[in-house]
């Protein structure tokens, strides 16, 4: 099962062949709707978007739902705290920003809601924003969805999270999200090696990286170790090339719309040439 998803993503050998990386749709089509909203995800669909990436928590009550920030309110305007709150409390709230919904009421949705947008052959992108005490509610969660294996993406920036993934479904693929930044030296930090030792003390499948920051010697150097190596987030359809070029697998975005459009004109150039 695991060759099969590595080489859904590129990955059954090391060969570092440019192929137009996947287009993952942050937060849903973030840019022009709520973002983790229903409405989002929906919209990056119809947009072609590869997979869609949402952000997740669970309730004091055990429900894993779908918001980025600890509380809600950045985006519904009163605060409740997420892991304090239940999830008959949550459903009362509605996104009120900071893009505003159509005409429809548009609500905190549940991980079930969300993994039940996803459509066959497509991915969903499972960030964990809270600890391991997630990890058998979101299994179960994925169960339920009837998802297969290959669909499923769980990222996180906390490596024990990501470990704790493994260890309960070591066939589903599972990125450790990291930064590199230049020290005073000009050199990246974390160092490649340090990341090659986590990866591989955490059980990752490989790395999604911060596009500002990024070099080419890096995203080489981590596939070359026989890594996934992929990317957030990144607008620019330029420096999405220039990723592409670069060997990354997947590209995650505000704007699904323009980048499906960018890469698929980037690789249709490539092919000519």
């Given at each position: 099962?695991?060759?099969?998803?590595?080489?859904?993503?590129?990955?059954?050998?090391?060969?570092?062949?440019?192929a137009?990386?996947?287009?993952?749709?942050?937060?849903?089509?973030?840019?022009?709707?709520?973002?983790?909203?229903?409405?989002?995800?929906e919209?990056?669909?119809?947009?072609?978007?590869?997979?869609?990436e949402?952000?997740?928590?669970?309730t004091?009550?055990?429900?894993?739902?779908?918001?980025h920030?600890?509380?809600?309110?950045?985006?519904?305007?009163?605060?409740l705290?997420?892991?304090?709150?239940?999830?008959?409390q949550?459903?009362?709230?509605?996104?009120?920003?900071?893009?505003?919904?159509?005409?429809r009421?548009?609500?905190i949705?549940?991980?079930?809601?969300?993994?039940?947008?996803?459509?066959?052959?497509?991915r969903?992108?499972?960030?964990?924003?809270?600890?391991?005490e997630?990890?058998?509610?979101?299994?179960?969660?994925?169960?339920?969805?009837?998802?297969?294996?290959?669909?499923?993406?769980?990222?996180?920036?906390?490596?024990?999270?990501?470990?704790?993934?493994?260890?309960?479904?070591?066939?589903?693929?599972?990125?450790?999200?990291?930064?590199?930044?230049?020290?005073?030296?000009?050199?990246?930090?974390?160092?490649?090696?340090?990341?090659?030792?986590?990866?591989?003390?955490?059980?990752?499948?490989?790395?999604?990286?911060?596009?500002?920051?990024?070099?080419?010697?890096?995203?080489?150097?981590?596939?070359?170790?026989?890594?996934?190596?992929?990317?957030?987030?990144e607008?620019?359809?330029?420096?999405?090339?220039?990723l592409?070029?670069?060997?990354?697998q997947?590209?995650?975005?505000?704007?699904?719309a323009?980048?499906?459009g960018?890469?698929?004109d980037?690789?249709?150039a490539?092919?000519?040439?």
């Open positions: 099962m695991m060759m099969r998803i590595l080489g859904a993503l590129g990955l059954a050998g090391v060969s570092l062949s440019v137009s990386p996947l287009v993952v749709a942050h937060r849903g089509a973030s840019a022009e709707a709520p973002e983790n909203t229903l409405p989002a995800f919209l990056a669909w119809q947009q072609g978007a590869g997979a869609v949402g952000d997740f928590r669970m004091s009550d055990g429900v894993v739902v779908c918001i920030d600890a509380d809600t309110q950045r985006v519904t305007g009163r605060k705290v997420v892991k304090d709150s239940t999830w008959e949550l459903q009362q709230l509605e996104i009120v920003g900071p893009v505003a919904p159509d005409d009421p548009v609500g949705p549940s991980a079930r809601q969300v993994f039940a947008t996803v459509p066959v052959g497509k969903v992108v499972v960030e964990i924003k809270c600890g391991p997630i990890v058998p509610a979101l299994m179960g969660d994925l169960e339920a969805a009837g998802l297969a294996d290959d669909q499923v993406v769980v990222i996180a920036f906390d490596a024990e999270v990501v470990a704790a993934v493994k260890r309960a479904a070591p066939v589903i693929t599972a990125h450790w999200l990291l930064r590199f930044e230049r020290n005073w030296l000009g050199r990246s930090k974390p160092s490649v090696k340090s990341v090659l030792a986590t990866l591989k003390e955490i059980g990752a499948d490989g790395c999604s990286a911060k596009s500002a920051g990024l070099k080419e010697s890096i995203v080489r150097e981590v596939r070359q170790a026989g890594y996934q190596f992929h990317v957030w987030t607008d620019d359809p330029a420096r999405a090339q220039q592409a070029e670069w060997g990354v997947s590209i995650t975005t505000n704007v699904p323009t980048m499906v960018a890469l698929a980037g690789e249709a490539r092919l000519d040439h």
